[in-house]
């Protein structure tokens, strides 16, 4: 008879449908049976049945429990009990190994409430599954340090997380639970190959000095720009909201939209309608221009190509100010405070910045996803361990002596040593994998196109 079960030592005796289910009766076959001890090797006799469930692979779209009626035997000397083993059994669960190994497969891509219905397993079994996973995938997938790293945050039910980005490769290194100095500074004290990082590239957010100061021996920090020009829009809005509570409540409304969109957006991105707008607010809300005026010539400081136009851009911005418009004296005094941070921007070899199109948004829009009922570990693995993202920065080089010229899509070029791929002479010949982290475009491509979770 054709073997469909395919469960060594085991022969089916019976099929039922119950509940939904199918239940399949299975007894060892006769060389499973036990004939003597495993203590001493004396003879054993048969002492009572047990019949025991376990969970399979489903068939025909229904849960499989496989009900397993086995002899138990006692030695005839030592007095020890034994049941025939079945090599097919998981030794944690009551269910195959391959279940598990099915379950695992599917856990980060599908719904727990799915693949127990699928199944027949307890939700909280296919969680424990998952978790079980996670570690096994934690132990096993080792991600390379980044050289340019990015640091930034992101809110995730209801809490802000700790991201860390490769930005040369534009792929997510890390996820933690949240961004404390508790957690960070053990982080980062372990983290491997620490002297690799050479660029952090972070907002303005004291604990992420203090934490990573002492253990990136190599690493210059570079204030993201991103945060740095946001609160010259901050200081314009000010500006804007001052004025716009001098409307009536009707004006105010419809000004509020206009208005909002038109100050915060960047001259080249407006249409004519909109810069005719601009020109209109010259007469009639002059403070508003001004104070919009000085929001851009901040943000000019930004297309400077050297460092020194950059200081001597900033430097000229902040002996303009206008005593009407003190509000921007704050960002004068931030930029001070940080001052080597943020323009340590011009000594990076290439514009390093968080906020690259797909990047923080794109990660915020992939969490919320898959966000809806998860444990911050589920979705941390689901986008940090996704196998097509991160297929897309992970590298087959051949161990030889020379250096390889890793080119990605997007990204700068990066020499690795034989040194950073850790090998040795007797491994010459051996295919190796650097890995990366998980993609962040294709991340966000994967689950743009509404990629089915379920
Ligand atoms: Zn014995």
């Not at 299975?26 to 047990?50: F, L, M, Q, T």
């Not at 208005?259 to 005719?276: A, I």
Request: include cysteine.
């Amino acid at each position: 008879m054709l073997n469909i079960l395919q469960l060594d030592g085991a022969t089916p005796t019976d099929i039922r449908h119950e509940d939904g289910s199918i239940i399949i009766s299975i007894e060892p076959s006769d060389d499973a049976v036990v004939k003597h001890c495993h203590n001493c090797g004396a003879k054993v006799y048969k002492h009572g049945k047990r019949v025991n469930h376990f969970a399979d692979t489903p068939m025909q779209m229904q849960p499989v429990s496989l009900e397993v009626t086995r002899t138990r035997y006692r030695c005839a000397e030592c007095k020890s009990m034994f049941m025939p083993e079945f090599t097919f059994l998981d030794d944690k669960r009551r269910a195959t190994s391959r279940l598990i190994d099915a379950i695992k497969k599917r856990c980060l891509n599908s719904t727990f409430t799915h693949l127990s219905e699928e199944t027949g397993l307890a939700i909280n079994t296919i969680k424990n599954i998952t978790s079980d996973y996670i570690t096994e995938l934690e132990n096993t997938v080792n991600f390379e340090t980044p050289t340019i790293m990015g640091i930034d945050e992101l809110k995730l039910g209801g809490e802000y997380r700790c991201v860390i980005t490769n930005l040369g490769m534009k792929s997510l290194y890390d996820m933690l639970p949240n961004r404390r100095q508790e957690l960070l500074i053990p982080y980062f004290e372990k983290l491997p190959d620490a002297d690799k990082v050479e660029w952090v590239c972070t907002d303005m957010w004291r604990p992420y000095k203090r934490s990573f100061r002492d253990y990136l021996p190599n690493a210059t920090l570079v204030i993201d720009k991103f945060h740095v020009v946001r609160i010259a829009s901050e200081l314009m809005e000010k500006e804007r909201k001052n004025m716009q509570s001098q409307f009536t409540k009707v004006a105010r409304l419809n000004a509020k939209k206009n208005l909002r969109w038109l100050t915060l957006k960047r001259p080249d991105s407006l249409n004519d309608q909109e810069l005719e707008m601009l020109e209109d607010m010259e007469k009639t809300m002059p403070k508003l221009k001004l104070a919009y005026d000085i929001k851009e010539d901040f943000y000019k400081i930004y297309d400077c190509k050297t460092k020194e136009k950059a200081e001597a851009a900033f430097k000229n911005w902040a002996d303009n100010i206008p005593n009407d418009l003190p509000q921007f004296n704050d960002l004068v005094k931030t930029v001070s405070n940080n001052y080597d941070d943020i323009f340590a921007y011009w000594d990076a070899p290439f514009s390093i910045t968080n906020a690259y199109t797909e990047g923080h948004n794109g990660l915020t829009k992939v969490a919320n996803r898959l966000g809806r009922g998860y444990s911050f570990e589920v979705i941390r693995a689901r986008m940090l361990y996704n196998k097509i993202a991160r297929s897309v920065t992970s590298i087959s080089t051949k161990a030889t002596s020379t250096k390889p010229l890793i080119v990605t899509p997007n990204s700068p070029v990066t020499t690795v040593s034989s040194k950073d791929l850790n090998f040795s002479f007797s491994t010459k010949y051996k295919k190796m994998k650097t890995e990366y982290g998980a993609h962040i475009p294709t991340l966000v491509e994967l689950f743009e196109e509404e990629y089915e979770i379920d």
